[in-house]
C-alpha cells in the first residue's frame, strides 16, 4: 500500500529539479524503442547531444529552431496560467504566417523600420483573433476550447493550403504550392553571417521579458492568475473573468502567431503549408516543461529544439527514424505532468498491509 | 435536380455508414471514458496507433481478426498510461490526454519508420470484404446500401446497443454512470472509484483504436501518415453531440457520415468552381457547430475532469 | 418531547455492547485530533457526539469508519453472535461489513440514478446481470414501512429535497443490515420539522434496536433527541453523561471549555433605508437560484436576519446583493438610488461589503497570497497600482497593517492563503470588507465552520460595523446565532422572502414553521 499526502508547501528544490528529472526519465523512456530498433544507446545519444549542441553550426540550428517554440511555448505558459486550455497553437502559428506573407510580399510598401514592426504587428493580430473565436465560444456558449482550438487547426491549415493553390500562390514556383517571397524590407535579418539564426530570436527573448513583466508586475497579471486559480472568487472580487479569459486569449494567440510570422519573415522568405513541424503543440511541451514560467520557456525551448534538431542529425547519420524526437517530447510532457505532482505530494511507502504511518 | 438525386443512390448511403463506422467506435469509446468522469483527448493517437497495431499485425500475419484484437489491446494499454496519470494521480486530463495522444501518434510512427525504413509506397493488406448475406444483400437499393458492408460495421452497430444496454440494465453500467456522477457514491458502497475509472477508460480506449483500425484494414488496406486526419477530435464533439447516449452517438455520427458522403458526390457536381479544401473543411467547421449547439444545454457527467482521492468525500 | 425519548434510556445498561471506543488516539503533525478516547455502545442507544468544530468528532468517525487509521488504540465491534471482534483499522469494507453505516454531511449519492439504483450500487455484482432486484426491492420497501423512511425511489436524485435524500442515505445503510448508524451533523440542512422528522425516525430504528451515533455542535438537539451525550473538547472526552441528568449551561461550559461570553447587541435607533428590494425576481437554472418577487428594507445600524434553511434561494439573494446576478423585474434601491449596473465591481464601490458563503470557493484564491488577497477588491486603488503596473510596497505594507488589526495568524503577508485555518481566513475576508468602511455588509453564513472564538469575533466585528452606522444582513441558518444579533428577521422558504418582524417579538417556533413554508399570519393565527 502507498499512500500519497498533499505537502503543506511544495518544495521549491523539487519544483527546479523536476523538469530536469522530467527529461532525465524521457530520455531513459525512449532507450527502450531505441534498443528495440537495435541501436547503440550512447551512440544515439551521443550523436544526438553533437548534432544539437556540438559546434557553432549545430547551436545556431537549434537556437533558429527554438525561435517560434519560445513564442508558442509562452502562448501556451500564458493561457495555461488563465486555464484556457490553448491547443490551437498550430493554427494560430499558421495564421501569423498568413498574414506575414500578406502584408509582406509587396502589397505594402515601405522602409524596413515601418515594414518589419507592420508585419510583425499583423501575425501577432491575426494569432490573436484566432484565439479569440474559441475563447468567445467558451465565455458565451461553454464549448470546450480543447476541441474548437484543435478542429480550428486542421480548418486553419486547409484555408492555408487554398490560399497557396489560389490567390497566393507563386506564379514563378513552378506548380509548387508556395507563396511569393517576402520582401527585403519586411525581411528579419540574419544575426550572424553564414549562420541561419535570425533576429526572430530577439523578438522571442523580448517576448518572454515582456511577459514575465506582465505576469508578474501587472493589474493584468494579477488578474489573470486569480481567475486561472480560482474563477469564481476573481468573479466574486469584482474581476471580469470573461474579460480576462478574453484578454489572456488575446495575448496567447498574438505571440503563436508571432512565431509563424518571425518563422516567414526571419527564416523561410515564403510560407509553405508544411512549414511548421509542431510549433504549435511542441509549445505546450515547452510551456508544461517550463512550469508555465516564461523564463523557463526560453530555457525549455532550447532543449525541445535541441531534441529535435539532434535526433534529425542522428538520423542521417545511423538511420533511426527521426520520429524518435516526437516520442521524445511526447514522454517528456508526461513525465514533466507526473513530476508536478511529486511536487505537490509526498509519496508514502506504508508497507504491504496498509499499516499507519 | 442533381442535389436531390444523391439521396437516391445506394451508394450515397453505402459511403455514409462507411465514414460512420469508425466515428461510431469512437465515439462509443470516448463515451464510455466520460461517462466514467474521465476525458479521453488521447482518442486521437489511440485511434493512429490502432489503425498502425491492426494493420501491422495483419502484414505479420495474425489475420483481420487477430489484427482487431491487437488493435484492442494496444488502445488498451495506452488506455492505461492517461488511466493512471489522470485516476490515481488526478492530473490535468486536458494536458495527460493530448500528451498521450501525442505518445501514441509518435510512438506509431515511429514503430512503422523503424520496420520499414526504405519503402515509399506502403504495403498492402488483404482487408476485410464486403460481406455477401443471401437475399439481403441482393435487394434491390436496400441491398447495396445497407447489406453489402464489411463485418466491422455491423460489429459497430451492435455494439452501440450491447453498450446501451449494459450503461441501462446491468450493475456494472450503474457503477460506471454513478462514479462520472459522484465517485464517493460507489467508494461509499465499497467499490473502487479507481477499478471502475481504470477499467473504463481501458475498454474505451479499446474501442478508439478498433476505429482506428477499421481505417487501415476495411475503409483502406495500408497505413498512412496523418490518415487519421482529426477524427478522433471529431468523436469528442460528436460525444457531446450525443449526450453520453449510445443510440444518439449511433445517430450523430450516421449524420455526419451522411453529411460526408454528400459532400464528396457534391464535390463532384461542383469542383470546377469551388476549391476542394472547402468540402475537405466542412467536417471540422460542422463539428464546432454541433459543439456550440449542444454544449450550452448539455448535460456533463457532474465528476467529468474532477479528480478524486481516497479518503476525500 | 424530550420525555418520551429518556424511557429507552433505562433499557441501555442491560442491552449487550455492540460496540467498544477503546483508548483512540489520532495525530497529524503536531497536532492531536483525539486523545485516549473510550466510549461503549450498546444496542439500542442514542448517542450524541457533541463538540466544536475542530473538537475531534468527525476524525473520530472517520477512524471507526475506516478512512483514518487511529494511532493507538482499537475498536471492537459485535459480530453476528454477539462476541467484540477487532475491526480491521483502515477499511471501510470492513467496517460496512461489520455493520457499521455512515451517513456523510455531504450526500454521497449519484445524482443521475435512481434512489433504489443508489440503494443498490455495490450490492450486485459488478460484472454479473440485473438480478434479484425484486427481492431487493421488497427488502427496501419492508425497511421503509418498518422505519417510516417514506420516499419515492424511482426517480431520480436530482430532483429529490435535500430531506429525501437523506433518507436514501439511511436506507442505504439499513439495506445493508447495519447495526450501528453515524449520522454527520444530520440536521444541518434540515427544516426544524424535517429535523424533527428525523429523530423520530432515529428514535424508532433504535427501539428496533439499532445503535445510532449523531454528530452535532447543536446543543438544544443533542438535549432533545440523544439517550447519551459524549462531549469533545480539543480531541478530548471530557464528559458522557445521561441526557435525563444533562443541563444545558452544564455541557455547553463542558463543551467549550470555559463560560461562553455571548455577544451583545446594544439597542440602537435604525436611520435611513440603505438597501430596499422591491418586488425583485431572480430566475436560475434551479430552485436554488430563484427568488419570486421578493421585497426587503435594510436601514442604517441595523442587523438583519435572512433565517432559512439552505437551498431556499439565500444564494440567489446573496448573488443578487453581490452583483452577480441581475434582476428580472422588480426594483433595488441603494441608499435611496435605483441600481440600474449589476456588477460585483459597481457594487462594492457603491459600498457594499460581501462575505460570501464559501470562503474557499468565493472568498479567497488559496494560491495566491495573503497580501494578495487582501487587496483583491481593490487593485486599481493608488495604493496597489499605478498605471495598470503593481506596486509591491503597497501589497507588504498593506498586509501587514491588517495582520496586526484583525489578528490574522500566518506566517507574513506572502503566506499562501490555502493553508490559513478558517478563522484566519474569514479574517481575511473581513479585514478587506471593513477597511473601506461599507454602508451594507452582506454576511453569508459567517460563522460556518469557525470555533467559538472565531464566532465571537466575527460577531463583534459585524456589530461594531452597525454601531458604525452601516446596515448589516446576516443570512444564517443558526437560529441561535440569529437571534442574538439580529434586530429583525426575514425568512426565507422556496425563494420567497416573509418578514418576521422584530428579533425580540419573536419566538424560534414560530420561524421555524415560517422557515418551513408556513407564513407570518399563519402563524401568528
Known sequence: ?357 | MEFLEIFLSANFWAAAIRIATPLIFGTLGALICERAGVLNLGIEGIFTAGAMAGWMAVWLGAGLFGGILVAALVGAMIGLIHAILTVPLGLSQHVSGIGVTMLATSAAYFTYRTALPDVTSPPRIEPFQPLNMPLLSDLPFLGPALFQHTVMTYIAIALVFLVAWVMARTPLGLAIRAVGDNPSSVDSQGLSVYGLRIGAVMAGSALMAIGGAFLTMAAFDAFFFGMVNGRGWICIALTVFASWRPKKALLGALLFGAFEAYQVRLQTEVGAVVPGEIFLMAPYVLSIIALVIAARGADYPRALLTPWFKGQR | ?525
Open chain 3, 1 to 525: 418531547m424530550a420525555g418520551q425519548h429518556r424511557k429507552a434510556q433505562a433499557h441501555d445498561e442491560l442491552a449487550p455492547v455492540v460496540l467498544k471506543i477503546a483508548g483512540i488516539t489520532k495525530r497529524f503533525g503536531a497536532l492531536t485530533a483525539n486523545e485516549n478516547v473510550s466510549l461503549t455502545l450498546h444496542q439500542g442507544d442514542v448517542v450524541a457526539l457533541l463538540g466544536e468544530n475542530g473538537a475531534g468528532k468527525t476524525t473520530l468517525m472517520n477512524i471507526l469508519f475506516g478512512h483514518y487509521v487511529a494511532d493507538e488504540g482499537e475498536i471492537l465491534v459485535a459480530g453476528a453472535a454477539g462476541a467484540l471482534e477487532h475491526l480491521p483499522p483502515g477499511s471501510p469494507q470492513a467496517a460496512l461489513d461489520a455493520g457499521i453505516g455512515m451517513v456523510h454531511q455531504h450526500f454521497t449519492l449519484a445524482e443521475n440514478l435512481t434512489g433504489f439504483e443508489n440503494i443498490l450500487l455495490g450490492v450486485e455484482p459488478i460484472f454479473g446481470l440485473a438480478r434479484g432486484r425484486s427481492a431487493a426491492r421488497a427488502k427496501i420497501e419492508k425497511i421503509v414501512t418498518d422505519s417510516g423512511l417514506a420516499v419515492d425511489l424511482d426517480t431520480p436524485v436530482s430532483s429529490l429535497t435535500v430531506g429525501e435524500k437523506q433518507r436514501v442515505e439511511i436506507l442505504k445503510a439499513l439495506f445493508r443490515d447495519a447495526r450501528i448508524l453515524v449520522l454527520d451533523e444530520p440536521t444541518a440542512v434540515l427544516t426544524p420539522q424535517e429535523s424533527e422528522g428525523l429523530f423520530q425516525v432515529v428514535e424508532k430504528l433504535a427501539a428496533a434496536g439499532l445503535t445510532v451515533i449523531f454528530i452535532s455542535h447543536k446543543l438544544h438537539e443533542v438535549l432533545a433527541a440523544s439517550h447519551r451525550i459524549a462531549v469533545l473538547r480539543g480531541g478530548v472526552l471530557v464528559g458522557e453523561l445521561t441526557t435525563a441528568d444533562a443541563d444545558r449551561g452544564k455541557i455547553a461550559e463542558l463543551m467549550v471549555g470555559r463560560e461562553v461570553p455571548a455577544s451583545q447587541r446594544s439597542p440602537m435607533s435604525p436611520g435611513a433605508a440603505v438597501l430596499k428590494l422591491d418586488e425583485v425576481k431572480v430566475s436560475g437554472s434551479d430552485a436554488r437560484r430563484t427568488l419570486h418577487a421578493v421585497s426587503m428594507v435594510v436601514h442604517e445600524r441595523e442587523v438583519v436576519g435572512i433565517a432559512g434553511v439552505a437551498g431556499n434561494g439565500q444564494s440567489a439573494l446573496a448573488s443578487l446583493i453581490s452583483g452577480l446576478v441581475e434582476p428580472e423585474a422588480g426594483r433595488v434601491e441603494f441608499c435611496g438610488d435605483a441600481v440600474t449596473t449589476f456588477s460585483p465591481r459597481t457594487f462594492m464601490s457603491a459600498g457594499i461589503g460581501r462575505i460570501p458563503e464559501d470562503r474557499h470557493h468565493d472568498g479567497v484564491v488559496g494560491a495566491m497570497t495573503v497580501a494578495e488577497n487582501l487587496a483583491i477588491e481593490t487593485l486599481k486603488d493608488a495604493r496597489f497600482s499605478q498605471n495598470g503596473f503593481l506596486r509591491f510596497n503597497g501589497f507588504q505594507s498593506h498586509a501587514l497593517e491588517a495582520i496586526e488589526a484583525f489578528d490574522i495568524r500566518c506566517s507574513g503577508p506572502d503566506a499562501p492563503t490555502r493553508l490559513l485555518s478558517g478563522g484566519n481566513m474569514q479574517k481575511l475576508i473581513l479585514a478587506r470588507v471593513l477597511e473601506n468602511a461599507p454602508k451594507l455588509i452582506l454576511a453569508n453564513q459567517p460563522t460556518r465552520g469557525l470555533d467559538v472564538g472565531a464566532q465571537t469575533e466575527v460577531h463583534k466585528r459585524l456589530l461594531a460595523a452597525r454601531e458604525r452606522d452601516a446596515a448589516v444582513i446576516l443570512i444564517s441558518e443558526d437560529l441561535d446565532e440569529l437571534f442574538t444579533l439580529t434586530d429583525r428577521i426575514y425568512v426565507m422558504h422556496a425563494g420567497n422572502l416573509d418578514d418576521a418582524g422584530p428579533t425580540d417579538a419573536l419566538d424560534r417556533a414560530a420561524v421555524g414553521l415560517m422557515m418551513a413554508g408556513h407564513s407570518a399570519e399563519a402563524t401568528a393565527s
Open chain 1, 1 to 357: 500500500m502507498i499512500r500519497l499526502e498533499p505537502r503543506t508547501t511544495p518544495s521549491r528544490t523539487l519544483a527546479l529539479l523536476a523538469p530536469f528529472a522530467a527529461v532525465a526519465c524521457a530520455l531513459a523512456l525512449a532507450a527502450i524503442p531505441l534498443l528495440a530498433a537495435g541501436q547503440n544507446l550512447f551512440e544515439a545519444y551521443g550523436l544526438m547531444v553533437k548534432g544539437a549542441f556540438g559546434s557553432a553550426f549545430a547551436f545556431s540550428e537549434t537556437l533558429t529552431r527554438a525561435t517560434p517554440l519560445i513564442l508558442t511555448g509562452l502562448a501556451a505558459a500564458v493561457a495555461f496560467r488563465a486555464k484556457l486550455w490553448n491547443i490551437g497553437g498550430e493554427g494560430q502559428f499558421y495564421l501569423g504566417a498568413l498574414a506575414a506573407v500578406i502584408v509582406g510580399t509587396g502589397a505594402v510598401p515601405g522602409p524596413a523600420w515601418v515594414l518589419v514592426p507592420l508585419v510583425l504587428l499583423a501575425g501577432a493580430s491575426a494569432g490573436a483573433i484566432g484565439l479569440i473565436g474559441p475563447a468567445y465560444l467558451k465565455t458565451r456558449f461553454k464549448t470546450d476550447e480543447v476541441v474548437t482550438t484543435l478542429l480550428l487547426n486542421f480548418i486553419i491549415l486547409l484555408i492555408v493550403q487554398m490560399a497557396l493553390q489560389g490567390w497566393l500562390k507563386d506564379p514563378m514556383s513552378l506548380g509548387w504550392p508556395q507563396s511569393e517571397p517576402i520582401v527585403d524590407e519586411a525581411t528579419l535579418p540574419a544575426l550572424f553571417e553564414k549562420y541561419r539564426v535570425h533576429a526572430g530570436l530577439l523578438v522571442s527573448l523580448a517576448a518572454a521579458a515582456v511577459i514575465t513583466i506582465v505576469m508578474r508586475h501587472t493589474v493584468l497579471g494579477f488578474e489573470l492568475r486569480a481567475v486561472g486559480e480560482n474563477p469564481d472568487a476573481a468573479r466574486h472580487a469584482g474581476i471580469s473573468v470573461n474579460g480576462t479569459m478574453l484578454k489572456a486569449a488575446a495575448i496567447s494567440g498574438a505571440l503563436a502567431g508571432l512565431a509563424g510570422t518571425s518563422e516567414v519573415i526571419g527564416l523561410k522568405g515564403y510560407l509553405t503549408s508544411d512549414i511548421s513541424p509542431g510549433f504549435g503543440y511542441a509549445g505546450i511541451v515547452v510551456a508544461m516543461l517550463a512550469r508555465l514560467s516564461p523564463v523557463g520557456v526560453v530555457v525549455s525551448s532550447i532543449f525541445i529544439a535541441g531534441v529535435f534538431v539532434g535526433a534529425d542529425s542522428m538520423s542521417r547519420a545511423i538511420g533511426v527514424s527521426s520520429y524518435l524526437a516526437d516520442l521524445v517530447v511526447a514522454l517528456a510532457l508526461l513525465s514533466v505532468l507526473v513530476a508536478g505532482f511529486s511536487i505537490r505530494y509526498r509519496v508514502r511507502w506504508l508497507g504491504l498491509r496498509g499499516g499507519e504511518a
